[in-house]
T-cell receptor, first 113, second 113 residues
C-alpha cells in the first residue's frame, strides 16, 4: 500500500518551455503532498507543500511563479516548471502523506537544453 | 526546528558483514523518525519508522533501527548485508503532523563481494 507514481519519469525540453510533472497517490488519498528537488549526490530539498484545494506553501528561496503547484484532487498534484532554464535541470520527487508518513514517488528527471 | 545529521557520507562493507548507519537528530519533543533507501535514479522507499513505543523497530529487507533518546540517535542496522543493499540511505525526522520533515545528507553504502 501507499504507492505514489510520477509522470513522466524523465523529460528533456528546450530552454524557455514549460514542463508539467504529475504526482499521483494510487491507493490512498493524500490531502497533503510534497515536492522535493534533489541535486546529484545530495539530499532532498523541500520545495513546497501542497494541500488539496488550497494554495501551496513554498519554502524560502523557491520561486512560486517559476514552480507552479496545483493540488486539484486528493490523489493528484502537479508541478509545472515554467519557462524552464538549464539551471532547473534536476531530479524532482514528490511524496504523499498518509498516517503521518511520507511515501515517495519514483522521481522525474528534468533536463533543460 | 528539527535537524538530522548522518556523520558517514560513505560506508563500504563486505557482503555478509553487519551494518550500522548512524543518525543523530535534534528536536525538542519526541520526534517522528524514518529511514529511507534510494537506489540510483529512483525515489525513496520507506524502510522503517518510529513514532512511539518499543524503541527497537523492525523494517523491511531485514533492517532494524533503535531509538535512543539519551543519545538523540536512531541508528539503522542489518546483521548481514546483501549486495542488493548497495544504495543511498537517508534518515529523516518529522514533527507533529509531519508537514515538516528534515532529511540527513545521506549515507552511500557500497557492498564489496
Amino acid at each position: 500500500g501507499a504507492v505514489v507514481s510520477q509522470h513522466p519519469s524523465w523529460v528533456i525540453c528546450k530552454s524557455g518551455t514549460s514542463v508539467k510533472i504529475e504526482c499521483r497517490s494510487l491507493d490512498f488519498q493524500a490531502t497533503t503532498m510534497f515536492w522535493y528537488r534533489q541535486f546529484p549526490k545530495q539530499s532532498l530539498m523541500l520545495m513546497a507543500t501542497s494541500n488539496e484545494g488550497s494554495k501551496a506553501t513554498y519554502e524560502q528561496g523557491v520561486e512560486k511563479d517559476k514552480f507552479l503547484i496545483n493540488h486539484a484532487s486528493l490523489t493528484l498534484s502537479t508541478l509545472t516548471v515554467t519557462s524552464a532554464h538549464p539551471e532547473d535541470s534536476s531530479f524532482y520527487i514528490c511524496s504523499g502523506r498518509a498516517a503521518e508518513t511520507q511515501y515517495f514517488g519514483p522521481g522525474t528527471r528534468l533536463l533543460v537544453l | 526546528a528539527q535537524s538530522v545529521t548522518q556523520p558517514d557520507i560513505h560506508i563500504t562493507v563486505s557482503e555478509g558483514a553487519s551494518l550500522e548507519l548512524r543518525c543523530n537528530y535534534s528536536y525538542g519533543a519526541t520526534p517522528y523518525l524514518f529511514w529511507y533507501v534510494q537506489s540510483p535514479g529512483q525515489g525513496l522507499q520507506l524502510l522503517l519508522k518510529y513514532f512511539s513505543g518499543d524503541t527497537l523497530v523492525q523494517g523491511i529487507k531485514g533492517f532494524e533501527a533503535e531509538f535512543k533518546r539519551s543519545q538523540s540517535s536512531f541508528n539503522l542496522r542489518k546483521p548481514s548485508v546483501h549486495w542488493s543493499d548497495a544504495a543511498e540511505y537517508f534518515c529523516a525526522v518529522g514533527a507533529g503532523n509531519n508537514n515538516d520533515m528534515r532529511f540527513g545528507a545521506g549515507t552511500r553504502l557500497t557492498v564489496k563481494p
